[in-house]
């Protein structure tokens, strides 16, 4: 019977040791699965990420961030409302903001977490309906793991 921890998580359930969480400022993240295409499922940048460099390793956690290009006067508002499911905003700027997002910021918003493809479509989909009730547009996600465990 598979319980989806893989043999380190299964390992650490039996010892009954918990890890550290992941610490989302560690020096040595970096990205190793990322999307900025809609039409792309979560379970297909997966599958991508486990078979490059940087591997992204499932029984991991990692940080999830999603970009988000909001209205400025919108994102404390979707920072308040984010935070509510422990996202914290990871940074903030002027870059990347598509034409349609008149007066836009650039807006990360980050949580730690194991990255699943089910979880990851649920953020996903959760993040795209946030942006757009605050006039925004969710342009895409990514997730880090420190170098050592990505590969």
Not at 21 to 46: G, I, K, M, Q, W
Not at 102 to 107: D, L, P
Request: glycine share 10%; proline share 4%.
């Amino acid at each position: 019977m598979s319980t989806g921890k893989g043999v380190r998580g299964w390992l650490r359930s039996l010892i009954g040791r918990r890890s550290e969480p992941l610490d989302a400022n560690r020096p040595d993240l970096v990205v190793v699965v990322s999307s900025f295409d809609d039409a792309e499922a979560c379970s297909t940048a997966l599958e991508r990420a486990a078979e490059a460099t940087p591997m992204w390793q499932a029984e991991d956690e990692a940080v999830l961030r999603h970009h988000l290009a909001l209205p400025a006067d919108r994102v404390d508002r979707a920072a308040e409302l984010a935070g509510q499911d422990g996202y914290v905003v990871a940074g903030t700027g002027d870059g990347n903001v598509p034409a349609a997002a008149v007066a836009g910021a650039s807006v990360i918003l980050q949580r730690v977490q194991v990255l699943d493809a089910l979880h990851c479509a649920q953020e996903k989909s959760r993040m795209a309906s946030l942006a757009q009730r605050l006039g925004g547009t969710a342009l895409g996600w990514d997730a880090l793991q420190p170098q050592d465990s990505a590969g």
